[in-house]
């Protein structure tokens, strides 16, 4: 039994892998964003409520973005929009979601009033902010290959067009 349902999370976990991305840290990053926002939306009362405002906009921005993005590759719907440089996509989100969530935390971490709920919180805001930064990694990595590819591909492409010379009347061969 544990097998079967063991078996069943893991295949769930790699459908919702970016495609192209060799690990599970983006969904990890996620449901420690939805924990962090669920823990936040526990707290009552609050005497300074702007860090805390603050933490819950980032932590549900960031849980809702990247499960966008994550239903777009599982569902191979980005392949539909090549126009958008998608590697650069998950790049800029993972990025801009690892920095919001260290300031976040930080913010919250000076201005909370010891409760479960909110250590909580601050503890799973940087525990998210650690998984996006492993996936801000994984997606830099993947963005520096494929600007390589994209190079390799315009170099080549720039070869085979310079050698393939029309018969144009304006350019006459000199040898002959």
């Known amino acids: 039994m544990i097998s079967k349902s063991l078996s069943v999370t893991c295949s769930l976990v790699g459908f919702l892998t ?15 964003a939805l924990i962090a926002f669920i823990c936040i939306e526990t707290i009552m009362e609050c005497a300074p409520c702007e860090g805390l405002y603050f933490f819950e906009f ?18 191979n719907l980005h392949m539909r929009i090549p126009q958008i440089n998608w590697n650069l996509t998950d790049l800029v989100n993972t990025g801009l979601s690892t920095f919001f969530f260290f300031i976040a935390s930080i913010v919250l971490a000076a201005l909370n009033h010891k409760t479960g709920a909110e ?6 805001g940087f525990l998210a902010t650690a998984a996006y930064a492993v996936s801000t990694f994984l997606a830099v990595q993947k963005w520096r290959v494929s600007i390589r590819q994209q190079s390799a591909n315009d170099y080549i492409r720039a070869r085979t067009e310079s050698r393939d010379v029309d018969n144009r009347p304006e350019i006459q061969r000199l040898d002959t």
């Open 18 to 32: 970016p495609v192209g991305q060799d690990s599970t840290v983006t969904p990890c990053a996620q449901i420690l």
């Open 58 to 75: 980032v932590s549900c921005s960031a849980f809702v973005v990247t499960g966008v993005l994550l239903i777009l590759f599982s569902l």
């Open 119 to 124: 250590i909580a919180a601050m503890i799973f």
